[in-house]
């Protein structure tokens, strides 16, 4: 009997995995491969790794740049007035097909957008939908032709409508008209449509790969589509900022006409038969995997770090390392005390000491922000300090116990200081009210997930408790801290982060009072008048005067306490070929471009 399941074993391995299929090893997993949930309550990094090539929308991000650009849209929106509507007529290529066979449509486009801002409205559909076609903006769609569609906003906002509504992923009606008609009819709840199978049953994709097969807790396997109808097209880059996007079949557009030298050109695919999401419980059995051949690139928003790296070379491993733009933070629960106190929060961002920690412990692996919007976004940062950074370690913990003493709180032992020199530790913190501070429990990542984060918690626990700030850090995975942060809100801090930061969109998600993802329950009317302000802002160079105030207030309220950005160093496989490597925040950043990369045998 073990003979012959042995056998069954080495059969069914080159049907699961074949020469060319893209074996990507991931950390987390999605909750339910259903894109209302995925998108919705659930969505996170992880979910947009395994959905980025399975749908694709009326517009995109470029390249390397990051310019809009056209993808299931023939051209940019043509913009009119209505009556008091804003008007965004779009049309859409020819030629363009579901994974089915089917051809995908305008009545695909407005089925998409109409039932989700009326899920939204109506039925509680949550997560990023609700700024993908948020109802303050968008108001309906309509069919015009087979080919194109009016969108109907109610203001503009580039936000709002160019990188939500504009760039929401796009559904077939088709396959999911009979489930969002049942809700949207009122006669089933939300999470009815958040249960369809749709591994069993998967819904037909846009992009160059379909869900196929799905083994819980251990691999998520997508196969290529037949003749895509995309295969071949080109996206081209000029040294005069032009862009030009050329199809096989004739589609041709450009934001400008092109001079001087090329300096990308990007090929879609697919060029490999499928790809499998293998699931590894931490970074280092995934990065043992690369080097045993077992996985082709390590897919994590985190990269690689230190030992796992040197264990790779000289193995048949490409290492890169792109700067990022992935801001680390710690978040307060401002329902609490002594949380709510803004001089707390100010006592804690001169006790985590960054430029220390960065310089003396992470041997310069990370770079130290205070901004949630970092400089390597250039057109967005403000120069903003949090702390006096020419205070060295000793100065930075008698300034904390300073603000807090001139806040009014007070110790059962208090910390005693010999100079800028802490010589006796504090002890029972006490809070204006009068109460004792309980121990703040303080979630951060594993070591195995994220050893920066890890080590953080450890110091920002130390630091604290020698001054009387009772911090135990709790380590946690990824999930968890989302469960505990998100869903029960029960915590008083955490240490997370945040994917690529491109626009000021998560300034609004997580600190507008009225946001669902406002996890630290922030609420500053100055603050959201200037959200709103951004939110209705459709020329750039004042959205950016704006974004600037916001961070500035930030930088004063300190909500979140922005940590640091990593150093992204990641790890791929030398049979893999991409069209380029070096990208802002890294491969990961663009999803580890699995319908551009090729595979080879070297």
Request: aromatic letters at 14%; charged letters at 25%.
């Given at each position: 009997m073990k003979k012959l399941f042995i056998l069954l074993v080495v059969l069914f391995v080159p049907?699961?995995?074949?020469?060319?299929?893209?074996?990507?090893a991931i950390l987390v997993e999605p909750k339910a491969l259903n894109v209302w949930v995925d998108y919705g309550p659930h969505a996170n990094t992880w979910s947009r790794y395994v959905f980025s090539s399975k749908y694709r929308s009326l517009y995109r991000f470029s390249?390397?740049?990051?310019?809009?650009?056209?993808?299931?849209?023939?051209?940019?929106p043509k913009v009119s007035r209505e009556g008091s509507y804003l008007v965004y007529t779009v049309k859409l290529r020819k030629g363009l097909k579901w994974s089915d066979g089917s051809p995908i449509t305008s009545e695909d486009v407005a089925f998409t957008l109409n039932?989700?801002?009326?899920?939204?409205?109506?039925?509680?559909?949550s997560g990023n939908w609700v700024s993908m076609t948020d109802p303050h903006?968008?108001?309906?769609?309509?069919?015009?032709?087979?080919?194109?569609?009016?969108?109907?906003?109610?203001k503009a906002g580039f936000l709002r409508v160019e990188y939500g509504i504009l760039m929401a992923p796009i559904l077939q009606k088709k396959y999911w008209d009979r489930y969002v008609g049942k809700v949207l009819e009122g006669k089933k709840k939300i999470d009815y449509l958040y249960s369809v199978n749709t591994v069993d049953n998967p819904d037909p994709s846009s992009g160059p790969f379909v869900l196929e097969k799905w083994e819980r807790g251990a691999f998520i396997r997508l196969k290529a589509v037949n003749d895509y109808f995309d295969k071949g097209c080109t996206e081209e880059h000029y040294e005069n900022g032009a862009i030009v996007l050329k199809c096989k079949n004739g589609y041709f557009w450009e934001n400008k006409p092109p001079?001087?030298?090329?300096t990308l050109r990007v090929e879609m695919g697919p060029f490999v038969d499928g790809i499998i999401y293998r699931v590894y419980q931490n970074v280092s059995s995934a990065v043992q995997a690369l080097r045993a051949g077992k996985v082709d690139f390590v897919l994590n928003p985190n990269g690689i770090q230190g030992g796992d790296v040197s264990s790779l070379k000289g193995s048949n491993v490409n290492?890169?390392?792109?700067?990022?733009?992935?801001?680390?933070?710690?978040?307060?629960?401002?329902?609490?005390?002594?949380?709510?106190?803004r001089a707390f929060r100010k006592a804690m961002a001169y006790i985590i000491d960054m430029d220390f920690l960065s310089k003396r412990v992470l041997m310069g692996s990370v770079t130290p922000i205070d901004s949630l919007i970092p400089k390597g976004n250039v057109f967005w940062h403000a120069s903003v300090e949090i702390v006096d950074h020419n205070l060295n370690h000793n100065q930075r913990i008698k300034k904390a116990y300073e603000i807090l003493k001139n806040a009014g709180f007070r110790w059962v032992i208090e910390p005693k200081f010999s100079g800028s020199k802490l010589v006796k530790r504090g002890k029972g913190l006490i809070d204006p009210q009068g109460n004792i501070v309980r121990e703040l429990k303080l979630l951060a990542p594993t070591e195995s997930y994220d050893p920066l984060r890890s080590i953080i918690a450890l110091y920002v626990e130390k630091w604290s408790n020698d001054l009387g700030i009772p911090v135990k850090a709790y380590f946690m995975d990824f999930k968890s801290i989302i469960r505990k942060a998100y869903y029960d809100r029960d915590f008083d801090m955490f240490i997370l982060g945040w994917g690529p930061v491109r626009t000021p969109d998560h300034l609004v998600n997580y600190l507008y009072s009225k946001s669902v993802f406002n996890v630290t329950h922030y609420s500053?009317?100055?603050?959201?008048?200037?959200v709103e302000k951004l939110l209705s802002c459709s020329n750039l160079k004042k959205a950016r005067k704006i974004a600037f105030k916001m961070q500035d207030m930030i930088s004063r309220d300190l909500p979140y306490i922005p940590l640091f950005v990593p150093k992204i160093v990641e790890a791929y496989s030398k049979k893999?070929?991409?069209?380029y490597t070096k990208v802002q925040s890294g491969l990961q950043s663009v999803y580890g471009l699995v319908e551009y990369v090729k595979k080879v045998d070297r």
């Open positions: 049907i699961l995995a074949t020469a060319s299929t893209l074996r990507y390249h390397i740049t990051f310019d809009f650009v056209p993808d299931l849209a023939a051209d940019l039932s989700a801002v009326n899920l939204v409205k109506k039925a509680g559909l903006f968008l108001e309906k769609v309509k069919v015009v032709d087979e080919y194109t569609v009016k969108i109907y906003l109610k001079s001087g030298k090329r290492i890169i390392t792109n700067d990022s733009i992935n801001p680390r933070y710690l978040a307060f629960n401002l329902d609490r005390s002594p949380e709510r106190y500053n009317p100055d603050f959201d008048y200037l893999l070929v991409f069209p």
